[in-house]
């Protein structure tokens, strides 16, 4: 029988692409499906509460979000990358290394949910939504957990390569969202900013649910042999997932202390406006690099051969390179009226911001991917220096610049500078330690993409 990288080496180009188009196009339509529910949910806020409760709201997730990295030691891609290396779910070793994930997954959710019941106050005044607010503080550690749940669930679905499965699940959160955004607004807005918080909970717990409903036909860590606890399978997780979160949360406190800036010297209004270029940035490359993600790192982990993993690694940054500079040029000749129609008018100001979170959205595609082909040859020195490296650019320039520009417009900046660092460090990487060469035809489309972007983004500029 010829061994799995050889059989991959024999598969004609057409093919590779038809099934890397035929998993983005599934995964891609989910994606999209979900950013519209979650924009109709935000629209519904910002309609509904103006920037100072969206400044609220976004502060809020984003301590969320920064739980959840901590809870699941962010090793959302650590089980995919070592549930795909191994056999499938008959397979004692990757019953193994499941069971042992989940038991140190469990224990940091139980120490990040300790954190936040009983320092809420101090989190509160870090993150810059003030004491005033402790008691939502303090009940986030219901959203972490259930969006821990989530992060499992999914990762075990990527991994056995159920796309199908999966996009139902990414379309359960963002359904709920929009189903509950306006009862949760109308009593946010009268003052109930709890409400908030029950919106944040019911996401994650519906879609956990739904990932439960269609993965339980077989319970992965009960039945069958293989061991409850591996000291081998938890220096392998740990090496993934502590390089991840140490890069995430470096992420998350970049973000967060850059966001607290915003908020102390520009106020809320400002750091609404912010929060809404960031969102509808962040919204359109994650439809993007979700619709590549449950292809990517299984296909790329799986490869066993460096002209394999070269081969699909250049198909995926073609796509992500011809996808992303279509989306960006789109999005700058149209910022004003995005803006009104996701937000709305008194949301003008944001463009300013979006104008540079769009350029930096274009690096970030091409960047995504090849730090995903670090992951995938568990070179993780190389992927956490790189993340680390654009963190401090990020960091350092946002801080620079906001006495120069604004703290929002410095950080928006940032942005930019944080996704050119991290292209060339990932780039020099792949090329030094992975043998990757992208090759002329790659290097003219990425090229040509960048020119567009930068071409549109110029004529568009002061378009507010």
């Keep these: 029988m010829s061994s799995p990288a050889r059989v991959a080496a024999k598969e004609p180009a057409g093919e590779a692409w038809r099934r890397l188009i035929g998993a983005a196009s599934l995964t891609g339509a989910a994606s999209l499906a979900g950013a519209a529910l979650s924009i109709a949910a935000t629209k519904v806020f910002a309609a509904m509460l103006g920037p100072s409760e969206i400044a609220v709201l976004s502060t809020l997730q984003q301590v969320r979000q920064a739980g959840v990295i901590g809870a699941t030691l962010n090793g959302q891609t650590a089980l995919v990358q070592g549930l795909s290396a191994r056999g499938g779910e008959g397979d004692q070793a990757w019953r193994s290394f499941l069971r042992t994930s989940l038991l140190l997954i469990g224990a940091a959710g139980a120490a990040v949910s300790a954190i936040l019941m009983t320092a809420p106050e101090w989190i509160a005044r870090w993150s810059g939504i003030g004491p005033e607010r402790t008691t939502l503080v303090r009940w986030l550690a219901a959203p972490v957990v259930l ?57 994650p717990a519906c879609a956990a649910l739904a990932a439960l409903a269609v993965g339980a036909s077989k319970p992965w860590w009960c039945g069958g042999g293989g061991r409850w606890w591996n000291r081998r399978d938890a220096s392998v997780f740990l090496t993934v997932s502590g390089s991840l979160l140490a890069g995430g949360a470096a992420g998350s406190l970049a973000l967060l202390g850059a966001r607290a800036r915003i908020l102390h010297q520009q106020g809320f209004a400002a750091a609404g406006e912010f929060d809404a270029a960031w ?35 250049r198909r995926m940054l073609t796509a992500a390179g011809i996808a992303s500079a279509a989306a960006v040029c789109a999005l700058a000749v149209c910022k004003p009226a995005i803006l009104a129609l996701l937000y709305s008018d008194g949301f003008q ?58 703290a929002a417009e410095a950080t928006a900046i940032g942005f930019v500078l944080m996704y050119a660092a991290h292209l060339l460090a990932c780039g020099w990487i792949a090329w030094r330690r992975c043998g990757f060469r992208p090759g002329a035809r790659l290097a003219a489309i990425w090229t040509a993409g960048l020119a567009a972007v930068a071409a549109v983004s110029a004529l568009t500029w002061e378009r507010t």
Excluded at 279 to 307: D, F
Excluded at 366 to 388: H, K, N, P
């Design 349 to 406: 100001g944001a463009a300013r911001f979006l104008r540079w979170t769009l350029m930096g959205d274009y690096l970030k595609a091409s960047s995504w991917v090849l730090s995903v082909s670090l992951l995938a040859a568990a070179d993780m020195r190389g992927f956490l220096g790189a993340d680390l490296i654009a963190y401090a650019v990020f960091a350092a320039g946002a801080a620079a610049l906001a006495r120069f520009r604004g």
């Design 279 to 313: 969102a509808i940035s962040m919204n359109h490359v994650s439809v993007l690099l979700g619709s590549l993600q449950t292809y990517c790192l299984p296909e790329l982990a799986r490869a066993c051969s460096k002209e394999v993993r070269t081969a699909d690694l």
């Design 147 to 203: 969006t821990c749940a989530l992060v499992v669930w999914s990762a075990i679905l990527n991994a056995r390569r159920q796309t199908g499965r999966l996009a139902l699940v990414q379309l359960a959160a963002p359904a709920a969202m929009a189903l509950l955004a306006y009862p949760a607004a109308r009593a946010a807005g009268s003052g109930n900013e709890s409400a908030l918080l029950g919106w944040l909970a019911a996401a």
